[in-house]
């Protein structure tokens, strides 16, 4: 075989684990900020507080039993997430575009590669104020609370 052929996931020996039924997995990158065999879904089934934001589950939707789970997110030109809370924690690291961040009333830019840890409790909102996609990968705890909206006070989209 060619070293430099990727691998699809069908490619990956695909024997489970007798005790976790994990297998191996691998998404091969499309160079457009998705990945093989990734289904691109809204952020939430539902609400209203929220609006121009995408969701791909990469590792955590396929009952794969690490305590993480790792998602990619693409916030479209004007687009936000909801303004919440939880007792859970978020790591977000930055690979397209600029974007902002609200941790409680502070707003924090954010670019390429740049990583913001999110503590738990901490009431926060990703947003995109610019021009071109803002696409981020966030790492959350497989187990985790349900979020608590919050109403914001802050006109965000003026935070640039």
């Known amino acids: 075989m060619n070293k430099d052929?990727?691998?699809s996931s069908c490619e990956i020996p695909a024997k489970k684990n007798k005790k976790t039924g994990n297998t191996n997995r691998h998404?091969?990158?499309q160079g457009d900020f998705t990945w093989?065999?990734?289904k691109i879904n809204r952020y939430k089934p539902e609400g209203d507080d929220w609006a121009g934001i995408t969701r791909q589950a990469l590792i955590?939707?396929?009952g794969?039993?690490?305590k993480f789970h790792l998602r990619y997110f693409e916030i479209e030109p004007g687009g936000y997430s909801?303004?919440?809370?939880?007792k859970h924690e978020h790591v977000v690291i930055s690979i397209r575009g600029e974007g902002k961040?609200?941790?409680?009333?502070?707003h924090?830019?954010?670019?390429?590669?740049?990583v913001i840890y999110i503590k738990p409790d901490t009431p926060h909102r990703l947003y995109n104020p610019y021009k071109e996609p803002f696409g981020f990968i966030c790492i959350v705890n497989a187990k985790r609370d349900r979020p608590k909206p919050l109403k914001n006070k802050v006109d965000f989209k003026q935070k640039t």
């Open 36 to 38: 093989k065999g990734v």
């Open 101 to 106: 961040a609200q941790l409680n009333k502070k």
């Open 108 to 114: 924090i830019g954010i670019g390429f590669l740049d």
């Open 5 to 7: 052929k990727r691998l």
């Open 27 to 29: 998404y091969s990158h």
């Open 64 to 66: 794969e039993t690490a």
């Open 82 to 86: 909801s303004f919440e809370t939880h």
């Open 60 to 62: 955590g939707a396929s």
